[in-house]
């Protein structure tokens, strides 16, 4: 703090100034967002020196050519941290999630999404042009080491786990073979490796501006384009997948004449790469690590695979064969613990942004309204703090309704996971909502685990609690 505190005040000369943590995005990697009276900017703080030298070298490069992303203001002497401008705290993927939610998208919204895939060809091909690809971090170039890397995290972290059975030695075979038909389609172009939507932008003029750039290197472009239409909890139906993939080709068309056909065909087999590296994440977050996000997210990456195999790749016979073995295994309806463990899952959340969505099978557990309770979030002294933070929570134990509305949820959750446990159920799913998930809804969904892993934290093997606080982007494990 007192790095970003020095660096700020000597690019600035304010002394009268604020500084409020922002939720992480799961690198390694803090940011920070800097207020004064006359406006505001975000100051990163990272532990990766090649990282942070990666993102600074590609921004100024970037910018340099007009492409849409954060100026850089100040950085400080050994590039550990650095200063940017707030573009605010809307990402395209919070801006389309009423769609994500419905799986159907509105005008509006698919509007945003088209206006995303048309701005990545000016990454790819531009972008490219004079990039000094030695400055990419951790590798420079999309390869075969790295193409098999991803395919045996896939292979070890989420199939072998599964209990499926299949001929391994085959199946490498396929991974070669995989492997190959990707390096052959590589290009001198700058392949974004995570272009999706938490790294998308909509700032407050309206416009998108792109980040987290930092892990890109030259390579195919198709790698992109799969990564954002195939993103697996997106929900995109196949007409608007078709209809982002042509807006795409459409922009691309002014960097480099294309053979549609033979583009698309050689797309699908980076979409099956790419969901394969995806379900290697989920296997180690979700199975091993047992965090719900990467769990819930495993049965709409297999719906990808559902869709993708519906015209089987002849070249990956024992790949194809096995992905359907995997299909029944991981439904919509999968659950933590298939042996009567019960997953107890807490969120808190914003009404604004809709009801969490239940992957369960189940239809949803409780949803508590917290708006009955006083709001410390109209109050200027607790705007930038959350549920989390002790002025907020001594703020809400001032009111008598506050620990009443504490003691009748408590009651709720303790009698429906009693009955849960004796009938053997896997999930329950309990939400504290208010207008904005920061303040109230964060603090009753802490009080509410608080006292579950106190009361059933004698049962090992059992029960295990999550908290989510879906407007933070945070989540851990309780019990």
């Known amino acids: 703090m007192e790095r970003i505190q020095s660096l700020f ?9 604020g500084i409020t943590p922002l939720p992480s995005s799961g690198g390694n990697r803090r940011y920070f967002r800097i207020t004064w009276n006359e406006g505001s900017c975000i100051a990163a703080a990272g532990t990766s020196l090649q990282e942070n030298t990666a993102f600074l070298y590609l921004d100024r490069h970037f910018s340099r050519l007009g492409l849409p992303v954060p100026k850089v203001l ?15 705290d809307t990402t395209l993927f919070d801006a ?92 001198d172009n700058f392949m974004y490796r995570d272009f999706q939507g938490r790294n998308i932008m909509l ?18 472009v198709h790698y992109d ?10 929900r995109y139906s196949p007409q608007l997948k078709e209809e982002l993939t042509g807006a795409y080709l459409e922009a691309q068309s002014r960097f480099e004449k294309t053979d549609r056909k033979g583009f698309l065909n050689d797309l699908r087999h980076f979409v099956l790469f790419r969901t394969l590296q995806v379900l290697g994440a989920y296997g180690f977050r979700g199975l091993f690590e047992r965090r719900p996000h990467f769990l819930e997210s495993i049965p709409y990456a297999m719906d990808n695979i559902r869709e993708l195999l519906a015209e089987p790749f002849a070249e990956y016979p024992t790949l194809c064969g096995t992905l359907m073995q995997l299909i029944p295994v991981y439904s919509r309806n ?23 969505e239940d992957t369960s099978g ?27 933070d002790a002025p907020v929570r001594e703020y809400l134990q001032g009111f008598s309704e506050t620990e009443q509305f504490a003691r009748h949820t408590a009651e709720m959750a303790d009698m429906h996971i009693d009955n849960y446990l004796e009938r053997g159920f896997t999930d329950l799913m309990l939400s504290f909502g208010c207008t904005g998930g920061r303040h109230r809804s ?38």
């Open 203 to 220: 700032a407050p003029d309206g416009e998108l501006r792109f980040i987290d750039f930092q892990g890109g290197r030259r390579g195919p």
């Open 9 to 17: 005040e000597r690019y600035s000369g304010i002394r009268g100034y």
């Open 362 to 388: 189940n239809g949803g557990g409780y949803v508590f309204d917290c708006r009955g309770v006083p709001n410390p979030g109209r109050l200027p002294e607790y705007r930038a703090m959350t549920g989390m």
């Open 225 to 234: 384009l799969a990564s954002f239409v195939w993103q697996a909890r997106a």
């Open 334 to 356: 999968v659950q933590k613990g298939k042996d009567g463990h019960l997953l107890v899952r807490i969120f808190s959340f914003s009404y604004k942004n809709g009801i969490p």
């Open 96 to 187: 389309v999630s009423a769609g994500r939610r419905s799986g159907t998208y509105s005008s509006e919204e698919t509007a945003l999404l088209l206006k995303a895939v048309e701005t990545l060809p000016a990454f790819q091909y531009a972008g490219a042009v004079g990039l000094d690809f030695s400055m990419c971090r951790p590798i420079s170039s999309f390869d075969r080491t790295s193409v098999m890397f991803d395919l045996n995290y896939f292979k070890y972290c989420f199939l072998k786990p599964s209990g499926v059975e299949f001929d391994e030695m085959a199946l490498e075979e396929d991974f070669r073979s995989l492997c190959g038909r990707l390096l052959a389609c590589c290009s």
């Open 442 to 479: 964060v603090y009753f969904a802490e009080r509410l685990a608080g006292h579950l892993a106190e009361k059933y934290g004698n049962i090992p093997g059992k029960i295990s609690v999550t908290l989510i606080h879906r407007e933070q982007h945070l989540e851990r494990e309780v019990l």
């Open 74 to 88: 100040a950085v400080s002497e050994d590039s550990m941290c650095y200063l940017q401008e707030d573009l605010g």
